[in-house]
């Protein structure tokens, strides 16, 4: 791979110009047109009552597939304008038209739904057996199902209508907000003002008292957004629980499960499996406390690189090592890595104005994708470049199919991701000059392992109580702290001296309005992705293909399908996650013998 790599992704391929764009301006201009076509045609369609009544579905169903394809392509452009500098006003303007033209999509598939569930089911399952149909038969099964436990279509249709102003609203207000946060610290005596994407990269320096400063400084930079956080919370809250209570939907998991195409079975025996291997984290939290010479770890301290871990990787270094260590799993994987880097698909530059975190976006007419990020050359950059390249791929692989039977869920999606980190986390580790290397890489591993079953367990616990309480009432920024810290204890087993009160006014995760409960799929998928691993390394080569065929599926069958199918695994009972949490385990346990002779007691 060439070096000097450019940092910047190139959004001109798509609509040049930008926010000022006029290709995208009439872009927005045809869909909107499209749209109100498909609520015209859905108007005075029938429900099938043959199967002599395929062409009738089909034509609904491309049209379907087509305006579907345009909202993710133009939700995908206005999303990477807004991330790349928050200062674009225009932007955001046309991120609020583009969430009107989705939100009029889907106020017009409501009509869809008594079409759908308007047939016959004799006629419908042979209707799914014909082509095209077949090829997309799983979505549109599932979309008929969900119709069946909703409100009549005309009050689905007013709830997304009032969604874009409110819901969403408050999701937008939120980021816009943030977009505004500011957090002064010094820095070789200079005085610098960090976006909240910089300053959190800030907090994980190797120095104990300018950690511990600045945790301090962000925890008050956070404390005073409290009240408008909390009001964002509550509404978002609030407008999903009046939807669920019309519905007449009891639990709050009801709708994340469905989207992430999973059982409540399968969720609670992950966590019940997490639960009982805590003890070996714990002593590892514990460990790694007396390696930084503290008698217990503080929130602060959780993430903080152990001594020869803060060496510094550059982003054509890490690059290099990326394509390099996903070419000894997949020449596949490695090549679209390849690709991304060589044509600008990754905006990774270190500069002020840009918002929080990292995301992979697809853009399925132009067949591309775009990560963002921040990098700055740490090891967690590293992964979190890794993880999107591992979307990416996912995404690259289903390019060439219809476009509902790509609509795979959240948490499928993290174990692309997460795989992909795994292999070069591994292959890190293996690759490792000496046992002082290899303690830094491993306590890189198993730090994700902690956010994975301690950090977002806490999420999860904190949004369960959190949304039981919002039933009786807006709920205030000081129980929304005790919550928070309660469930951070829960989670870690009380095993830090200090917590994170305002965790939930910081983490944007709480406040996305496209996937409630925006948590446990992260957990879901680090674990999938690590039994997957584990069946990767047993079959060698061979298994490229197997995994390739797995991702293919995502969009078109249950996880509990998907693992039976793939994997010959029953994500019900525990012993597929058992086995995928050993995976973990001996890294810990790797971890504690390597450090053994290196603390007292």
Known sequence: MHKTLNQTWDLDVFFPGGSDSPQFAAFLEQLGGDIELFRGRLDTAASPQSAEDASGLQALVDLYQGILKRVREADSFVGCLAADNQHDKKAVQLGGKVKSLYADFLSSLTRLDPILTGTPDEVWKTLLETKPLNAVAFALNERRLQAKEKLPPEQEALISDLAVDGYHGWNDLYNTTIGKFRMVVEENGERQELSAGQAYNKLHTSDFAKRTERFEQWEQAWAEQADFAAEALNHLAGFRLQVYKQRGWDSVHKEPLEINRMSKQTLDTMWDVIGRNKGIFVNYLSRKAKLLGLEKLAWADVEAPLEGGTKTISYDDGAELIVEQFRNFSPRLAEFAKLAFDNRWIEAEDRAGKRPGG???????????????????????????????????????????????????????????????????????????????????????????????????????????????????????????????????????????????????????????????????????????????????????????????????????????????????????????????????????????????????
């Open 359 to 601: 995301f992979c976006t697809s853009f399925p007419l132009a067949k591309q994708t775009r990560i963002f990020m921040t990098y700055s050359g740490t090891l967690n950059n590293l992964s979190t470049l890794a993880h999107e390249l591992g979307h990416g791929y996912h995404q690259y692989l289903m390019d060439d199919m219809p476009a509902l039977a790509q609509e795979y869920a959240m948490n499928v999606a993290e174990t692309a991701s997460t795989f992909a980190e795994l292999i070069v986390s591994d292959a890190a580790v293996k690759a490792a000059a000496n046992d002082e290397e290899r303690i830094v890489l491993l306590e890189d591993k198993i730090q994700r392992a902690v956010a994975f079953f301690m950090n977002i367990h806490a999420r999860f616990i904190f949004e369960t109580n959190f949304y039981d309480e919002r039933r009786q009432g807006l709920v205030s920024v000081d129980r929304l702290n005790e919550l928070m810290v309660s469930a951070q204890k829960e989670a870690f087993q009380d095993s830090l001296s200090s917590y994170h009160p305002h965790f939930w006014a910081a983490k944007l995760h709480f406040y996305s309005t496209d996937v409630p409960f925006y948590n446990f799929p992260y957990t879901f998928g680090f674990l999938f992705s690590a039994g997957i691993y584990a069946r990767a390394l047993e079959e060698g080569a061979a298994f490229e293909d197997k995994y390739a065929a797995l991702l293919r599926d995502t969009g078109s069958m249950t996880v509990e399908e998907l693992a039976s199918k793939h994997l010959g695994a029953d994500l019900t009972q525990p012993e597929f996650w058992q086995r995928a949490v050993d995976t973990v385990v001996s890294d810990v346990e790797e971890f504690m013998r390597l450090t053994k002779d290196k603390v007292q007691g």
